[in-house]
């Protein structure tokens, strides 16, 4: 084989094509080919904390993400409707990655990290939302996010409460919506579920952009 032309190797495939047909490239995400039913599809086919839940379907990343809004509004009553969409998505780029549990993105480090931030930020400008979001903001979906694990933690994963409260602290009391949204949905409703409310938010994000022109 000396001196004969070595066949050129295409170098490793960094895209992922979606079920809407857009071919999302991982290294260098665009706003332009993310979609809402892309998302919601994915997330609701990913399981909270590894599928280790009780209950005959799995719990979604997609109903909690829609948990999670739902005790951002409980927490600030007056988040208007950009926030609120911004809670809704504050997991979507696990419709790529995948939920993985705390430890093992510590594990992993800082290329994670700056991989799930860059896709993250792709995803908010797709909405119209800033790249990167307040430190307010941050801090309520957070806050938010850990009440929502207390409850997914100690009603589905079979956590004491004690335990809990050691890992997420005390939660805000439970409203009859957010009883409803710890029961565990079919993966069709739970997307569904995460879909009507994108799309309602943005509705209204249209709504109060068109009265002030």
């Known amino acids: 084989m000396s001196g004969q032309e070595q066949p050129r190797k295409d170098p ?3 895209w992922q094509r979606m079920l809407s047909g857009r071919r999302l490239d991982l290294l260098d995400p665009s706003p332009l080919d993310i979609e ?26 997609a109903q909690h993400s829609v948990l999670v809004e739902l005790i951002g509004r409980q927490l600030s009553p007056g988040l208007g409707p950009k926030e609120q969409l911004a809670i809704v998505l504050h997991d979507a ?14 594990a992993l ?8 931030a860059r896709l993250q930020a792709a ?12 430190p307010s903001l941050t801090a309520l979906t957070k ?11 100690t009603r589905l994963a079979g956590f004491q409460e004690d335990e809990a409260l050691r ?3 005390r ?7 957010t009883e409803i949204l710890l029961v565990p949905l079919p993966t069709d409703h739970a997307k569904q579920l995460m879909v009507q409310r994108v799309e309602a938010l943005s509705q209204d994000i249209e709504a109060l952009s068109a009265a002030k022109e």
């Open 12 to 14: 490793p495939r960094a």
């Open 36 to 61: 809402i039913d892309d998302i919601a599809h994915g997330l609701a086919r990913v399981a909270r904390w590894n599928g280790q839940t009780h209950g005959s379907h799995a719990f979604s990343v």
């Open 93 to 106: 780029a696990e419709y790529v990655i995948g939920d993985m549990i705390s430890p093992f993105k510590a």
């Open 109 to 116: 480090g800082m290329d994670y990290k700056t991989f799930e």
């Open 123 to 134: 995803i908010h400008i797709r909405f119209g939302l800033p790249a990167t979001l307040s």
């Open 143 to 153: 806050t938010a996010d850990k009440a929502a694990a207390f409850y997914e933690a």
């Open 167 to 169: 890992f997420f602290g």
């Open 171 to 177: 939660p805000p009391k439970l409203t009859r919506d």
